[in-house]
T-cell receptor, first 115, second 114 residues
Framework: AQKVTQAQTEISVVEKEDVTLDCVYE???????LFWYKQPPSGELVFLIR??????QNEISGRYSWNFQKSTSSFNFTITASQVVDSAVYFC????????????FGSGTKLNVKP | DVKVTQSSRYLVKRTGEKVFLECVQD?????MFWYRQDPGLGLRLIYF???????EKGDIPEGYSVSREKKERFSLILESASTNQTSMYLC?????????????FGPGTRLTVT
């Protein structure tokens, strides 16, 4: 079974629209970490955020915000006022207490932001 | 800035050839990883190494081997390349710690096996 599900394969928005990328995870561990990465067309994955399972506070960083809800096993990512430079593939990932070095990645969501 | 470099951005090899993909990191990271990325499948872990000469199999190690003789360098070896190994290969590194450290990625090598 998939440990991380990103059901949205591709999303297209027009610049300045808000967009939310969904991430649902599955784990039996009480201690785990969740991550979001951005992969622009250049190919290199860029780390965006890490959140541990004991911190359910939402986080905001500029136009980016993350909503972590343990009750629904979700860690969704919202981009406010999207820009063309946000066009990329976004990956959500999970690591568990039994082996923090091992990341389980979702299949990614391709975001197209059109001018 | 953390820098992870990979020896080639694009590589074309023939079926049956032995292929070496090299990865170097300059941040003295203990952990290094090799992933392959395929459309619709995300990133899948092939092997990782948590110290020099130490390695562990990931989810899809078949057909691959690795070598880590120096801390900064982690090589992925395709002993006899096959067409189903055509893919994007990503190397990553992270610090060794008691908690999950973010992984830093290289630019990737797009390998085509004909």
């Amino acid at each position: 079974a998939q440990k991380v599900t990103q059901a949205q394969t591709e999303i297209s928005v027009v610049e300045k629209e808000d967009v939310t990328l969904d991430c649902v995870y599955e784990t039996r561990d009480t201690t785990y970490y969740l991550f979001w990465y951005k992969q622009p067309p250049s190919g290199e994955l860029v780390f965006l955020i890490r959140r541990n399972s004991f911190d359910e506070q939402n986080e905001i960083s500029g136009r980016y915000s993350w909503n972590f809800q343990k009750s629904t096993s979700s860690f969704n990512f919202t981009i406010t006022a999207s820009q063309v430079v946000d066009s990329a593939v976004y990956f959500c990932a999970l690591s568990e207490a039994n082996n923090f070095n091992k990341f389980y990645f979702g299949s990614g969501t391709k975001l197209n932001v059109k001018p | 800035d953390v820098k992870v470099t990979q020896s080639s951005r694009y590589l074309v090899k023939r079926t049956g050839e032995k292929v070496f993909l090299e990865c170097v990191q300059d941040m003295d990271h203990e952990n290094m990883f090799w992933y392959r990325q395929d459309p619709g499948l995300g990133l899948r872990l092939i092997y990782f190494s948590y110290d020099v000469k130490m390695k562990e199999k990931g989810d899809i190690p078949e057909g691959y081997s690795v070598s880590r003789e120096k801390k900064e360098r982690f090589s992925l070896i395709l002993e006899s390349a096959s067409t189903n190994q055509t893919s994007m290969y990503l190397c990553a590194s992270s610090t060794g710690s008691a908690r999950a450290s973010e992984q830093y990625f290289g630019p990737g090598t797009r390998l085509t096996v004909t």
